[in-house]
């Protein structure tokens, strides 16, 4: 049996859910996360593979670590943490890809950043790839690299929404998961899983939240739902809010996936290395070796090429990555290469991609979709943040400030 009343629920608990429900708890207030999973962190995930090391299928990196709030959330609960410089902050497999090559690429991305800035306080919005070459040596690259970043292509990107994020560049992981360290703050949350939210009907004078498990009403209630679920579902609330089904929309998920593989002989690489399948195309992967030292590599597809690979299946991931790693590295290369998982993220029904990104013209859709209305229903999530979208430590603000927007609703409004 599911709590059918509460003060307030939170519907999903993933990074977001969890730090609301989290600040909640700590005030006594009587909450419920609602999750349709069977397992808590959403797009935080963190799995182990036989061997026994953790491997984060969804967020690994602690962006701006110097003031992402869950750095103290995984100092309180005694984890390892790994501060090397990620495989994008230096060069690395020089022989590869030549010091050169990589100089070039990297001045031709701070060239980009520069132009979306000088664009962005224009004040028109338009799509980034309107401010490079449609065939320019690094236009290929630059693609491969913002889907990695934002799980889509510059044509599909704004520029003002981009020019908002704030990055401290600081990027610290976690030895035994990100994903991990998050699902096991919610410790001591009342929860309730394997239960997808059908409808939140607000016409009452409480809220009745619908699940196939039952209906829970709650005074009040903090929605962290990905905007692919919010934006699909016209239905999902009653009566409708086109506001927020319109802002979801101009957010969409990017797609991001990782596939992990075993290396045989993983020793001849340096450490937190990485190379790029292709350097002239937006369609290739990036490879990032011994992530931790371990004898692995972790492997990123993202964007459109991300969709492709998923309509093809896991095995479809597989042997792209192994012709890319053998076009660079030599046939012989195959033999010591072994699939060790995968998740994807878009064919994942309470996901349905991996982090936001605002469409040109939609930068101001995070503020419409964060908005509170009514006093009982508030938003939170990835999307909701203005200027740490896409991460797992935005989410987090965005649910602690859903939570103290409840805490200030209920001093002016106490709950029945
Ligand atoms: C491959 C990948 C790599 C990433 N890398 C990084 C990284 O390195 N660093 C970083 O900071 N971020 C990264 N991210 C992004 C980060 O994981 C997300 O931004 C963050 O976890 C989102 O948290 P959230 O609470 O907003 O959403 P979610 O985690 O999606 O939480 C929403 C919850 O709602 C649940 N739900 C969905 N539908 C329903 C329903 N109908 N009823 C009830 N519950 C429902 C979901 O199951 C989920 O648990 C990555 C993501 C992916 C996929």
Request: proline fraction near 5%; charge should be negative; hydrophobic fraction near 40%.
């Given at each position: 049996m599911i709590k059918n009343s509460v003060e307030v629920a939170v519907i999903g608990g993933g990074a977001a859910g969890i730090a609301a429900a989290r600040k909640l708890a700590a005030h006594r207030i009587d909450c419920l996360i609602v999750e349709a999973r069977s397992r808590l962190g959403g797009r935080a995930f963190t799995v182990r593979e036989p061997s026994g090391f953790a491997l984060d299928l969804g967020c690994g990196w602690l962006h701006s670590a110097d003031c992402n709030p869950w750095a103290a959330v995984a100092t309180a609960q005694g984890r390892q943490f790994s501060k090397a410089t990620p495989p994008w902050g230096r060069a690395t497999m020089t022989k590869v890809m030549p010091l050169e090559t990589q100089r070039a690429f990297r001045a031709a991305m701070a060239d980009l950043f520069e132009r979306v800035a000088q664009a962005a306080a224009t004040g028109r919005d338009r799509a980034i790839s309107?401010?490079?070459?449609?065939?320019?040596?690094?236009?290929?690259?630059?693609?491969?690299?913002?889907?990695?970043?934002?799980?889509?292509?510059?044509?599909?990107?704004?520029?003002?929404?981009?020019?908002?994020?704030?990055?401290?560049?600081?990027?610290?992981?976690?030895?035994?998961?990100?994903?991990?360290?998050?699902?096991?703050?919610?410790?001591?949350?009342?929860?309730?899983?394997?239960?997808?939210?059908?409808?939140?009907?607000?016409?009452?004078?409480?809220?009745?939240?619908?699940?196939?498990?039952?209906?829970?009403?709650?005074?009040?209630?903090?929605?962290?739902?990905?905007?692919?679920?919010?934006?699909?579902?016209?239905?999902?609330?009653?009566?409708?809010?086109?506001?927020?089904?319109?802002?979801?929309?101009?957010?969409?998920?990017?797609?991001?996936?990782?596939?992990?593989?075993?290396?045989?002989?993983?020793?001849?690489?340096?450490?937190?290395?990485?190379?790029?399948?292709?350097?002239?195309?937006?369609?290739?992967?990036?490879?990032?070796?011994?992530?931790?030292?371990?004898?692995?590599?972790?492997?990123?597809?993202?964007?459109?090429?991300?969709?492709?690979?998923?309509?093809?299946?896991?095995?479809?991931?597989?042997?792209?990555?192994?012709?890319?790693?053998?076009?660079?590295?030599?046939?012989?290369?195959?033999?010591?290469?072994?699939?060790?998982?995968?998740?994807?993220?878009?064919?994942?029904?309470?996901?349905?991609?991996?982090?936001?990104?605002?469409?040109?013209?939609?930068?101001?859709q995070r503020a419409v979709l964060a908005a509170p209305v009514d006093d009982r229903l508030f938003f939170a999530g990835e999307a909701c943040s203005r200027h740490d979208f896409s991460t797992a430590h935005g989410a987090f603000i965005t649910g602690s400030e859903a939570a103290d927007h409840i805490l200030a609703a209920r001093r002016i409004n106490p709950s029945p």
């Open positions: 309107e401010l490079v070459p449609a065939d320019g040596r690094w236009t290929g690259m630059l693609n491969a690299v913002m889907t990695y970043i934002a799980g889509a292509e510059l044509d599909r990107m704004s520029t003002i929404d981009l020019d908002r994020y704030e990055d401290t560049e600081l990027n610290w992981r976690l030895v035994d998961g990100y994903g991990a360290m998050i699902a096991a703050s919610a410790d001591g949350l009342a929860t309730a899983l394997d239960c997808p939210v059908t409808r939140i009907d607000h016409s009452g004078k409480r809220i009745r939240i619908e699940t196939p498990r039952g209906v829970i009403e709650a005074d009040r209630v903090i929605v962290t739902l990905p905007t692919s679920i919010i934006g699909d579902n016209e239905g999902l609330f009653f009566p409708a809010l086109p506001a927020k089904t319109e802002a979801a929309r101009g957010l969409p998920l990017g797609l991001d996936d990782k596939l992990f593989i075993a290396l045989d002989g993983a020793e001849e690489f340096e450490a937190e290395s990485r190379v790029f399948g292709r350097t002239d195309r937006a369609a290739t992967g990036n490879y990032h070796f011994r992530p931790f030292g371990r004898p692995l590599i972790e492997c990123y597809f993202a964007g459109r090429w991300a969709h492709e690979l998923e309509a093809g299946g896991d095995k479809a991931f597989f042997d792209f990555a192994v012709s890319e790693l053998t076009g660079l590295f030599g046939a012989d290369f195959a033999r010591r290469l072994k699939p060790l998982c995968l998740h994807q993220w878009g064919a994942d029904p309470y996901a349905r991609g991996s982090y936001s990104y605002a469409i040109p013209g939609a930068a101001d």
